[in-house]
Structure formats: structure tokens, C-alpha cells
């Protein structure tokens, strides 16, 4: 089992490949779909993540995506949490 990355490093890049997918956490906590529960459980299972050594390369690379990596461990929570979120001209679910 590979040893646990640094809390603050696997915050940020956790972040990072949100916001590259533009996820917006804040609106998904305000919205009751996530809580600050899952967000830091979201962290700690980045911090375990395999591929944690690329993936600070890989965001710098890609600064606006559609989805994560399937490398990434939360891709498909960001991509749940993703296509949960309000469109702005319609204020339904769906993509951005």
C-alpha cells in the first residue's frame, strides 16, 4: 500500500480537478448533494491515490477539461457531482 501524500498537497489537487471540470463544490454543499464530510473524505482517498505524482502535471496541462482522468480516484464523484449541478440559463440539472 502506497504511503498517504500530504493532506494539503491532495486539498489543492483534489480542488484543481474540480474546478478544471468547473464542479462547484460550494454550490453542491449549499445544495445539500455534498458536505464538508465527503469533501474531506474526497481529499483523504486523493492523498491514496496512485497516480498523485501526475496529476499536478497533468492539471497544469489541462486547465479546463470535461471530466477527470480515469486515473484520477474521484473522477466519477466529480463527474456525479458535475452533472448534478444547475445550468445557468435554465436552473436545471445538467451539464455547464
Request: hydrophobic share 40%; glycine share 8%.
Amino acid at each position: 500500500m502506497k504511503p498517504l501524500g500530504p493532506t494539503q498537497d491532495h486539498y489543492w489537487l483534489a480542488l484543481s480537478m474540480a474546478k478544471a471540470m468547473s464542479v462547484d463544490l460550494q454550490a453542491a454543499i449549499d445544495e445539500g448533494r455534498f458536505s464538508q464530510d465527503k469533501w474531506a473524505k474526497t481529499v483523504e482517498k486523493c492523498r491514496g491515490c496512485e497516480w498523485g505524482g501526475d496529476c499536478p502535471h497533468w492539471l497544469h496541462e489541462h486547465p479546463e477539461i470535461e471530466k477527470a482522468p480515469d486515473a484520477c480516484v474521484n473522477a466519477k464523484l466529480f463527474a456525479a457531482l458535475k452533472a448534478g449541478q444547475k445550468t445557468p440559463a435554465s436552473g436545471a440539472p445538467g451539464d455547464i
